[in-house]
């Protein structure tokens, strides 16, 4: 029953059920259009954006004249993480003072506490896909303890993509209509920064969209060391002129239809898998497509055609024959040095995709 990921303004109040008997904590919708009513849930950042979380609370209790007064910043505000498993705490507040566990050091925030002692809004920056999940604001007083929960989904997956051809072919304009034709934008630094903090690894330096070209790497080795040799760490090279020529770096944002397999036994050319799906009323699917589904728990150990005339198939479940074991969408290439891709009288099975809307088609588009 949150809602809202920027501005501070305006505020759109949505009421709850709480059931305390004095403490109250009322959480308001933040949106720049107070038109956007009702409020989507869960909440959807994008991968390497923020979320402000606004939790506010009112202490109700009945005034007794011989009582002692209640100090503004007596109450006890805690944020945390809750999974099926356990709790983890986020942060504690208390007389003026916040606690931010380690884990979301420079990534967390109370907005407007102390300054206000009854906001307990939360800010959340450089979001990962891993920072998907139930997020509780907890206020305590004596033997008072009341909250409210939100589950927050972050949005998006950043993916390599390689021109049909060979390796570091795509100027800054073609590496830009790349990722569109695979439904896709080039990647933001931010958002590369996120994948990287969730665990992405890719030794081939690709474009983004200030015009730098990085590439993130975990296990620092030879030909992968970049500007922070045997550190960790995203590799740039800095701001490049337009012209040279890299991979790119892809976001895609969200599902906007499903992904399927269409399969036969004897398997389908490229063309065949086009018209395959057309049959079906769909069209091949995209590159970024295929990483959503992916990214949303698609696991198909059969390699089938995409509409840029890769061949590609997404793991969820790790097993020796499926791509090594490996996790993540694995491609075919027509080279050992993972360059090309399979003639199209090669025989797959064929990757669909069906929207509410299909108002243009990537059949044979693809980036050489």
């Known amino acids: 029953m949150v809602a809202g990921n920027v501005p501070l303004y305006p505020y759109v109040d949505i009421p709850l059920k709480i059931s305390s008997f004095q403490v109250e904590i009322v959480i308001y919708h933040i949106n720049n259009d107070i038109s956007n009513i009702p409020v989507e849930m869960p909440l959807r950042p994008l991968l390497g ?25 007596s109450h006890r505000i805690k944020w945390t993480y809750v999974t099926k498993e356990k709790v983890s705490t986020i942060l504690v507040a ?16 109370m907005v407007n506490y102390p300054l206000v002692p009854t906001d307990a809004t939360m800010e959340m920056t450089e979001l ?3 920072d998907s999940g139930t997020y509780r604001c907890e206020v305590m007083h004596g033997i008072e303890d009341n909250y409210d929960s939100v589950d927050i989904q ?7 993509y390689r021109a049909i051809s060979t390796r570091y072919t795509l100027t800054f304009e073609k590496a830009k209509a790349a990722c569109i034709q695979n439904s896709a934008t080039i990647a933001t630094p931010a958002q590369l920064q996120a994948a990287y903090d969730d665990g992405y690894h890719q030794c081939d330096a690709g474009w983004l969209s200030d015009q730098t070209v990085r590439y993130p790497i975990h296990e620092p080795r030879d030909r992968c060391y970049g500007d922070k040799e045997t550190f960790p760490g995203v590799r740039t090279y800095g701001v490049r002129d337009v012209n040279e ?20 036994v004897e398997k389908f050319t490229f063309y065949e898998a086009g018209d395959q799906c057309a049959k079906l009323g769909a069209r091949l699917a995209t590159t970024g497509e295929l990483y ?48 090309g891709y399979p003639y199209p009288d090669s025989r797959y099975d064929a990757i669909c995709f069906q929207g509410k809307f299909l108002l243009r088609t990537f059949r044979y588009s693809y980036v050489d």
């Open 154 to 160: 972050v949005q998006g997956i950043v993916f390599h």
């Open 49 to 73: 954006s923020k979320v402000v979380v606004p939790c506010y609370f009112q202490d109700n209790t009945v005034n007794d004249p011989g009582a002692p007064t209640i100090a503004p910043l």
């Open 292 to 339: 959503l589904a992916w990214k949303g728990g698609m696991d198909v150990c059969n390699a089938g055609w995409l509409g840029d005339r890769s061949v590609r198939y997404p793991i969820n479940i790790a097993r020796p024959q499926c791509g090594g074991g490996l996790l993540g969408v694995r491609t075919v290439y027509l080279f050992p040095n993972q360059t």
């Open 128 to 130: 990962r896909s891993k």
């Open 94 to 109: 208390s007389e003026g003072k916040v606690q931010v566990e380690t884990e979301y050091l420079d990534r967390v925030t």
């Open 245 to 264: 020529t890299y991979d790119v770096y892809c976001f895609a944002e969200k599902m906007s239809g499903r992904v399927f397999y269409s399969m036969s």
